[in-house]
């Protein structure tokens, strides 16, 4: 069974431009997290997407942003990217609230 | 936001040892779980407690979901060099909406010079 997949694994932006980055969950999982992860922070809760709707969001600017398609498959968005923005952004997925959650191996995100 | 207090920071293990680490927070959690992450990967999963009292293990690891629902432990037993690394406790609290974790800082396993 495949875990949680997690495409890019690194990527190199400039401040200024916006950078997507994309999360497969494990098949059946129909909620799917996102998590910001930096030396300074820790791990921080970005958002929840349950079936398609977003059901938490953490205390981040409006220029990170996610959807959720059909399969369950999720996308997080930044724009306007900053240098504070390079961090490692951790993809989870569960089946259902408070089921056992499984964490991606990251996309690192560097801003120059 | 909410916060776990997670303790040691970072501690030095022989080869054979026993260590342990724990996390505490004031507010009541539903679920505890326990996460190894080595440098440049993604936390992986090692225990999940659902219940008060709990005490589960996995290889030479055991967790506890304490009795106040406030507290969760992660022993370690006859530690080996393959166990260095960055270990987190997670939480759902009891009133979290969905999957929102919240995190420890993290205890930091390091080999003994």
């Known amino acids: 069974k495949a875990g949680v997949t997690q495409t890019p694994r690194y990527l190199i932006k400039t401040r200024g431009q916006q950078v997507t980055l994309s999360c497969s969950p494990i098949?059946?999982?129909?909620?799917v997290s996102w998590y910001q992860q930096t030396p300074g922070q820790g791990l921080q809760f970005l958002f929840e997407y349950f079936s398609e709707t977003q059901r938490n969001k953490g205390n981040f600017p409006g220029r990170f942003s996610g959807r959720q398609f059909s399969n369950s498959r999720s996308e997080m968005n930044v724009s306007t990217l900053e240098l504070g923005d390079s961090a490692l952004y951790l993809c989870?997925?569960?089946?259902?609230?408070?089921?056992?959650?499984?964490f991606g191996e990251g996309s690192w995100l560097t801003v120059v | 936001g909410q916060q776990l207090n997670q303790s040691p920071q970072s501690m030095f293990i022989q080869e054979g040892e026993d260590v342990s680490m724990n996390c505490t927070s004031s507010?009541?959690?539903?679920?505890w779980l326990w996460y190894k992450q080595d440098p440049g990967e993604g936390p992986v999963l090692l225990i999940a407690l659902y219940k008060a009292g709990e005490l589960t293990s996995n290889g030479r690891l055991t967790a506890q979901f304490g009795i106040t629902r406030k507290d969760s432990f992660l022993n370690i037993s006859a530690s080996i060099p393959s166990d260095v690394g960055i270990y987190f406790c997670?939480?759902?609290?009891?009133?979290?909406?969905?999957?929102?974790?919240?995190f420890g800082g993290g205890t930091r396993v390091l080999v003994k010079p």
């Open positions: 098949s059946g999982h129909r909620s």
């Open positions: 989870a997925s569960s089946l259902a609230k408070g089921n056992t959650i499984y």
């Open positions: 997670a939480g759902l609290p009891i009133k979290a909406a969905g999957n929102k974790l919240t």
């Open positions: 507010s009541i959690f539903n679920t």
